[in-house]
């Protein structure tokens, strides 16, 4: 939870920045990129273990990756950008609002 919470708060931090036109530092690119792949392993490794109602953040999460990576490697202009910008953010804060849910949720 602390791992994707951190994700979420440097995309905040790097959409800010981008909204002001300024660069964003590489080293938020790593740790957003980083804490990503290590907080859904640790998804997928809970819900290959028996806890199926992750798998909708599995879902979210890929789609998510997929918009993340069409940011990084794309050369989007203004207009692009924003197109896979906002719904790379707001499906990333319904999912993590998701696994909040989920993981103060007991099983039924």
């Known amino acids: 939870v602390i791992l994707i919470g951190i994700v979420i708060i440097i995309g905040f931090i790097m ?3 981008r909204k002001k036109r300024e660069a964003v ?4 690119k790593i740790i957003h990129a980083g804490f990503t792949l290590v907080g859904a392993s640790l998804v997928f490794i809970v819900a290959f273990m028996g806890d199926n109602r992750l798998w909708t953040n ?3 999460a890929i789609i998510i ?3 993340g990576l069409t940011m990084a490697f794309a050369k989007l202009n203004k207009t692009s950008g924003k197109l ?3 719904p790379h953010a707001a499906i990333g804060i319904i999912c993590y ?4 849910y989920l993981t103060f949720t007991p099983d039924a």
């Open 15 to 17: 959409a800010s920045k």
């Open 97 to 100: 609002a998701i696994f909040l």
């Open 58 to 60: 599995i879902i979210l």
């Open 84 to 86: 896979v910008m906002y």
């Open 25 to 28: 530092p590489t080293i938020y």
């Open 65 to 67: 990756v997929c918009l």
